[in-house]
């Protein structure tokens, strides 16, 4: 795809691939921006990742499988060879 991550590295983020409809991760996730290194800045799924490989620090996932009033945010603080998805809530 011509152009892929052009708006994003322009606001000087290290985004290098926007991937039209994801691309499956496994059987409950699927990556839809990636940095230069191919490891996932934004992804969606229904289960959040656990202690895995491949998401950036800082990668957002959004769970699309939780209940009613409760956050769906996720953002890894791990690193990249070990993510820990916290949520995000407001204070």
């Keep these: ?15 290098e691939t926007i991937i039209p409809g994801g691309i499956k991760f496994d059987s409950a996730t699927s990556i839809y921006l990636t940095d230069a290194a191919g490891n996932a800045v934004f992804a969606i799924g229904t289960t959040v990742p656990g202690d895995v490989a491949g998401y950036a ?7 699309t499988d939780v209940a009613d009033g409760t956050t769906g945010l996720y953002v890894n603080v791990g690193t990249i060879t070990s993510a820990d998805f916290e ?3 407001s204070s």
């Design 1 to 15: 795809m011509s152009g892929e991550g052009k708006f994003f590295t322009t606001l000087g983020a290290d985004v």
């Design 87 to 89: 949520a995000v809530t």
């Design 57 to 63: 620090k800082g990668c957002l996932f959004v769970d």
